[in-house]
């Protein structure tokens, strides 16, 4: 049974202006200390959300009170461990918690009083609360993902997806059209969605499986963005409150409509892929490959082309090792290694019933297979990622004009590797034919 206190909450939980504009997400003192745990300074902190020039997240310290000599003594061990590049540990006064930083900016000496800028050494930072924290539900913000519709192509207020105990909620924000707007016109990075994360049944769940679960969805909702797109400053209640926090700033690029199988006029998508995709991220043997595949999936969906091309088959690669060797045992892993790249990934394909024709939808890449008498899509797809790995000086150029269909049939692939894998039997953007927004297809295994 759902907890009612919860709508309370599901709504932006700090200030959020126009798009690209900085935003305070936090106050508190902080300690800093050095490596070796000796105090150094201490003053009133401003956690800030930067997105110039990259999105990160700074702490602004200032001290104006008088500094006592062991303050000031403690402020030229601060000044020579900057100069020496050192690392610090930062300690927050409300909850305690300390995490490393670095500093950026410094002006130590003011007559004012002394000033820094921080910023942490990992994301996300833990605020408040800790593994062990006991929480209802967790209220987070998603920055530049799809402009979500319903499945008629109206604006839906939610969005529910749920497996295994779990139930993600996702609310596009009412300045979201706007936002959408100043983001297609400008790039960058706008708040665009809050989600609330809890139980079904309402039950207390942990920091630490709190963080799990943002970790999952990062990729989740990273990997039906064509993006990068993670959890934005979570924040866990129960019912005194805020008992935890977990701060991070934007890890994908500025805004852009990146191509991927998700089509943001059908939600019922992110409704029907999530149970087999939680399935396969909590199977010990499926996370690891999971994460990887996805990780090359994004990095290849918005880097150059030829960059793509070889990360796109590198993720492939490791799909059929796990899938065809690991799991179905269809062959050694001694004989994997000495398969050919076309074979692997003939052996991934055939096994997730996917056609290795060569789509008359990619046309420069037909023409030029039947120039090279390519025998299948796969055997193209490693002669092209060879002669940008190994170059053979007698075909320098020849392939340029087939990069973006290459690229392109190999992310095709990858995505509907990823969704057969994970059991899903739906609709899909078909990127090698694409249409209009909404314009989506049945997975081929289901035609």
Excluded at 191 to 200: E, F, G, K, P, R
Aim: proline residues 4%.
């Amino acid at each position: 049974m759902e907890d009612p206190s919860y709508k309370e909450q599901f709504v932006p939980l700090f200030s959020l202006s126009e798009p690209n504009q900085s935003a305070v997400i936090a106050k508190d003192e902080v300690l800093i200390k050095d490596k070796n745990g000796n105090d150094l300074l201490s003053g009133n902190a401003e956690f800030r959300l930067d997105f110039l020039p990259k999105p990160q997240i700074h702490v602004y310290i200032t001290n104006k009170k008088e500094l006592n000599d062991s303050e000031k003594k403690g402020l030229y061990s601060l000044h020579d461990n900057i100069l020496s590049g050192n690392l610090f540990e930062l300690v927050l006064k409300n909850s305690g918690n300390q995490f490393e930083g670095f500093v950026i900016n410094s002006d130590l000496f003011n007559h004012n009083g002394p000033s820094l800028t921080f910023t942490s050494s990992s994301e996300p930072i833990v605020g408040l609360g800790d593994e062990d924290t006991q929480m209802q539900y967790v209220i987070f913000h998603l920055f530049n993902f799809r402009e979500i519709c319903a499945n008629n192509g109206r604006y839906c207020e939610d969005v529910r997806i749920e497996a295994d105990n779990w139930v993600i909620e996702i609310k596009s924000l009412a300045k979201s059209e706007s936002n959408f707007k100043k983001l297609k016109k400008e790039g960058g990075y706008g708040s665009t969605h809050i989600v609330c994360l809890q139980q079904i049944d309402s039950t207390f769940f942990s920091g630490k499986e709190a963080i799990e679960m943002l970790n999952m969805l990062q990729y989740f909702f990273s990997f039906a963005n064509g993006a990068w797109c993670n959890p934005i400053y979570a924040v866990g209640f129960n019912s005194t409150g805020r008992v935890w926090e977990s701060w991070s700033s934007p890890r994908g690029p500025s805004f852009s409509r990146s191509e991927s199988w998700f089509d943001e006029h059908h939600s019922e998508q992110l409704e029907n892929l999530f149970p087999g995709f939680m399935n396969h991220w909590v199977d010990e043997d499926w996370n690891d490959t999971i994460q990887k595949a996805i990780y090359w999936y994004l990095i290849a969906n918005n880097s150059p082309i030829d960059a793509g091309i070889i990360l796109t088959q590198t993720a492939l690669e490791r799909l059929s090792f796990e899938y065809a060797v690991l799991k179905r045992k269809l062959i050694s892993a001694d004989s994997f290694t000495r398969l050919k790249a076309s074979d692997k990934f003939k052996l991934l394909f055939s096994s997730l019933e996917l056609s290795i024709d060569i789509s008359k939808d990619l046309p420069e890449f037909e023409k030029m297979a039947k120039a090279m008498k390519w025998d299948d899509a796969t055997h193209g797809m490693s002669e092209i990622r060879n002669s940008l790995v190994h170059p053979n000086p007698k075909n320098k150029g020849r392939f340029k004009s087939v990069y973006y269909d290459t690229w392109k049939l190999g992310q095709w692939y990858l995505e509907l590797s990823l969704l057969k894998l994970c059991g899903y039997s739906e609709t899909y953007c078909n990127r090698l034919n694409p249409g209009w927004i909404s314009q989506v297809e049945i997975v081929p295994w289901k035609k």
